[in-house]
């Protein structure tokens, strides 16, 4: 079985998670339990944007390139492929 590396955007749970704090915080388990209920769009179809502490509204469709596609995660899903975690 292959392995697909997708990387998820951080602006999604950022923007979109209403539970969980946006840019002032948040806890790992919300933002986990987000990822594998609601799902998270590619980095690439919604760039992150709040590095100056400013949150956008929740959109419906990309910023950037690629489908507005909601990827889920699931138990044990997480691979650490070496290097600082």
């Known amino acids: 079985m292959g ?3 997708i990387n998820l955007g951080p602006q ?3 923007s979109c998670d ?10 790992k388990d919300r933002a986990w339990n987000y990822a ?8 690439a179809c919604l ?7 400013q949150v956008p ?3 419906t469709a990309c910023k950037g390139s ?3 596609i909601k990827y889920k ?3 044990g899903s997480i691979i650490n492929v070496g290097g600082n975690v």
């Open 36 to 43: 594998m209920v609601t799902g998270i769009v590619t980095e």
């Open 18 to 27: 209403k539970g969980n704090y946006g840019c002032q915080g948040g806890y």
């Open 66 to 68: 690629g489908q507005w």
């Open 12 to 14: 999604d749970p950022v």
């Open 3 to 5: 392995l697909s590396v």
């Open 73 to 75: 995660c699931v138990d």
């Open 47 to 53: 760039p992150y944007t709040s590095g100056n502490g």
């Open 57 to 59: 509204p929740c959109p």
